[in-house]
């Protein structure tokens, strides 16, 4: 078990280690120079010999192995490099935006959790009937749903048809309402979805007729047994979300302004500031990679069959 | 003796068709009762009617159960009617529970005993998909005799194991029966386990009862043509 | 029973992907039954609500709506097809040949898909056209660079379990060659997994092209898409709510209809 485990860390490692050099090439590759974006967005008027005196001082002369090897060196630090636009370090930005991005994801996800474990439950329970068609309608719509369409609807709805939250997110918990409420819609969706036919296909299970048999209360079925035995799917599905998790709350936290990582990404993007757009898909490339890691490892504990 | 069961011209089966076709028999407190028939026969469908599984609907007849009796039922697979991930002590617990029975570890332990299981705490931590073949089976029996069935419905509960194993388990059924006068129910397509533990031996061909009564009866002087072919088929037989 | 259901999935397949292909056709027809010009401004009817001459009123520019909804269906849906058809095409190119080979082939491509499979897709798709700089193609591209993958592993996967069967091996024994057998034996067998795969990709795909034009990562304005309708208009949704509402609902139908599809026919597949 701790060398199954041992093999998947390692495995990580070399994942994150293709995905620094996949970062680090792209950026090489990408069109534009960076000294020269960086000058003129400082405002300074480029000639040859200060775009040459910038990419000397930027070291962008240098082979591309041995600025890699350098940049990987810092990133392992935690230096991101400093930013083109205002020369302030990397890291810290990405670390702040980083934070108020999990505040809005954990809240989203929480939210989505709350709506589908009782709705895939019963419609499973229910398979069939009314109750089952309802929730799967529903399901179905909130999983076809774009989160920005729902962002906009909701903002439209809520803040200036009904006047009760307000158009940017400020930080307050009433801020983060929508936003987290536009992302946790279309996960509710997919979520229900999948807790429906992972429970479904538990309920199919032998060993549910055999306590039945047994007369066994339903509630220790379902709750116990059936619960329990899905959990590590479950698990597994909602970390193959995270991914699209991620991707959803850049979109969300431009419309609603969250300072998050998605925001400023977004920015950087339009400024072309690479070290920002670098260590953003670093960052959550590592979040993702590392925390599929650690639902892996939980479903083997959760299903001690699998080891 | 009392009639603890009673059959009366039962049609039962798996919605419109129909598999048991004018069942009619009687079971008394205590005794030892085998069903023979080869698959496809029926039997386990008869269990299942008398078990009440909501799968099988009964279309005609009926069945009369004492009242206030449990009956037990140990499947064809008893290792899958737990769940294989959790410890067989959890679900010992949930099941007494769920019958209002108290869970008393040292009256689980010896029933376990009793069927064979010397190491009744390891037995209990473990899980199902960690034990074989044959303790699975020995722990779903004990499982269903905790329950205090008035009855114990067993189906082909020694198909899935070796000779040796299989003696065993009949053997730890017969002493149940005979320590808590435990009815036993039992289909099987073995006649040779019938013959050996039962008190009454009904036989089963394609839906219908050819055959039942004394153990006896049926082994010395069978009626049917059908039951004095399975008899020839088991010429090593001996019966005292 | 048994029948009857299949009956009924038969039925509603037939009726998703009937709906499904009059999306297709009025998204091909959209110049024909366009009323108006979609780039066409026109200072005197800015933001003028939905009427006989502008059926879904006119944008802050005073582009007729409709006309605008009508040739983004013709952007959204053609760039959804031609992605997840290049995908579709590569990946089981790359997966027949890798499972029906095996060997280092294999060993290489499946490690490639193992790591983009580790990313997630729309973060690498907002870097990717963020770098590339907007543009339609880019957002296709930044789609596409993990899209193929799905297939590669799904057509790999079926190859792999149909190589060994006794009428592929007696093929080979009678001396076909490799392509021969991939595209008379394999192929044909592996078609309906892989269609399938395509068609619950659609909505997933409309999903994320939209997102990034929304973004402004995909279509460069003026060029109607919905996405970007949808950002451009929503800061005067207040004034005038048609101009986002319309083309908000163009897009939930049209991935409501092609996901309803998928469900259909995976539900059907998984019938047999």
């Known amino acids: 078990m701790a060398k199954q485990i041992i093999k998947r860390i390692l495995g990580l490692v070399l994942i994150l280690f293709v995905l620094s050099f996949l970062v680090f090439g792209i950026m090489y590759l990408a069109p534009g120079d960076p000294a020269e974006k960086r000058l003129t967005s400082q405002g300074v008027v480029v000639t040859k010999e200060i775009l040459q005196a910038e990419r000397e001082r930027l070291g962008l002369l240098r082979p591309f192995i041995v600025r890699y090897a350098d940049w990987l060196k810092n990133v392992l630090v935690g230096d991101f490099g400093v930013s083109f636009k205002d020369d302030l370090p990397v890291g810290p930005k990405l670390i702040k935006g980083l934070e108020n991005t999990s505040g809005l994801a954990l809240c989203s996800l929480f939210l989505a959790l709350l709506i589908s474990f009782p709705m895939g439950i019963l419609s499973a329970v229910k398979k069939g009937q009314p109750v089952d068609h309802v929730v799967r309608l529903f399901s179905f719509i909130g999983n076809s749903l774009p989160n920005f369409l729902i962002s906009v609807l909701l903002m439209y709805l809520f803040c200036i048809q009904i006047k009760i939250f307000p158009v940017i997110a400020d930080g307050s918990i009433k801020g983060l309402m929508l936003p987290a409420l536009s992302l946790a819609i279309p996960m509710a969706g997919r979520f229900t979805r999948q807790i429906r036919s992972e429970i479904i296909e538990q309920l199919g299970e032998e060993y549910v007729m055999g306590m039945k048999s047994r007369k066994v209360k339903g509630r220790y079925i379902l709750i116990n047994n059936v619960l329990r035995n899905s959990l590590g799917h479950i698990l597994t599905i909602i970390g193959l979300q995270i991914g699209t998790l991620m991707g959803g709350s850049v979109v969300i936290e431009n419309i609603f302004r969250w300072p998050g990582i998605g925001k400023l990404v977004m920015d950087s993007i339009t400024a072309r500031d690479y070290p920002v757009i670098m260590g953003f898909v670093l960052i959550m490339g590592t979040i993702y990679v590392v925390i599929n890691l650690i639902v892996d490892i939980s479903y083997r504990f959760l299903d001690p069959r699998s080891f | 003796m009392d009639t603890i069961l009673r059959i009366n ?200 009862m050819l055959e039942y009564g004394p153990a006896k009866e049926i082994l010395d002087n069978p009626q049917n043509e059908y039951t004095k072919n399975l008899l020839k088929a088991l010429p090593r037989l001996k019966v005292n | 029973m048994n029948h009857k259901r299949k009956k009924i999935n038969r039925i509603k397949v037939t009726i998703s992907a009937v709906v499904a292909l009059l999306l297709v056709l009025i998204a091909l027809m959209a110049s024909v039954i366009a009323p108006n010009d979609p780039y066409v401004t026109n200072a005197s009817a800015i933001r003028s609500a939905p009427s006989a001459e502008f059926l879904f009123g006119t944008d802050n520019l005073g582009r007729c709506v409709f006309s605008r909804v009508l040739y983004g269906a013709r952007t959204t849906i053609a760039a959804t097809f031609i992605l997840v058809a290049v995908s579709f095409l590569l990946g089981s190119f790359v997966g027949i040949l890798s499972g029906y080979y095996g060997g280092v082939l294999d060993e290489i491509t499946m490690r490639i898909a193992d790591i983009m499979l580790a990313f997630p897709q729309m973060v690498v798709a907002i870097a990717v056209a963020g770098i590339l700089g907007g543009g339609l193609s880019s957002a296709m591209i930044a789609l596409g660079i993990t899209m193929w993958t799905g ?122």
């Open chain 2, 9 to 208: 011209n039962l049609f039962a089966g798996y919605g419109k068709e129909c598999v048991l076709n004018d069942i009619s028999f009687e079971v008394e407190a205590g005794k030892k009762v085998c069903i023979v028939g080869e698959s496809g026969s029926g039997k386990s469908t008869l269990l299942k009617s008398i078990h009440g599984f909501a799968g099988v609907s009964v279309t005609g007849g009926s069945i009369e159960i004492e009242r206030n009796i449990l009956l037990g039922i140990v499947p064809q697979n008893p290792g899958g009617s737990f769940n294989p991930i959790r410890t067989y002590k959890a679900q010992i617990g949930e099941a007494l529970k769920s019958n209002n029975i108290d869970f008393k570890i040292e009256e689980v332990e010896k029933t376990l005993q009793t069927l064979g299981l010397s190491d009744a705490k390891r037995a209990l931590r473990a899980r199902p998909y960690e034990l074989s073949g044959g303790m699975n089976q020995r722990m779903a029996i004990a499982t269903t005799m905790l329950l205090e069935p008035g009855i114990l419905l067993c189906d082909e509960v020694t198909s899935a194991l070796d000779v040796k194993t299989a003696g065993i388990v009949v053997e730890q059924l017969l002493e149940i029966n005979r320590l808590r006068k435990t009815t036993i129910l039992m289909v099987t397509h073995h006649l040779g386990i019938a013959s050996k533990m039962a008190d009454y031996i009904g036989i089963m061909k394609s839906g219908k």
């Open chain 3, 151 to 272: 297939f590669a592993r799904l057509a790999r996967s079926h190859t792999f379990a149909i190589k060994n069967c006794p009428y592929v091996q007696a093929a080979r024994l009678a001396g076909k060659s490799g392509p021969a057998i991939m595209m008379s034996h394999i192929l044909p067998n592996i078609i309906a997994p892989l269609i399938t795969n395509a068609l619950t990709q659609i909505g997933t795909t409309m999903i994320g092209i939209s997102g990034l034009s929304f973004l402004g990562l995909g279509v460069v304005p003026p060029t109607a898409e919905w996405g970007s309708m949808i950002n451009e208009s929503r800061a005067y949704i207040q004034i005038a709510p048609w101009a986002v509402m319309y083309p908000a609902i163009a897009t939930i139908v049209t991935i409501i209809v092609f996901n309803y599809l998928g469900d259909c026919v995976m539900e059907y597949r998984d019938e047999d």
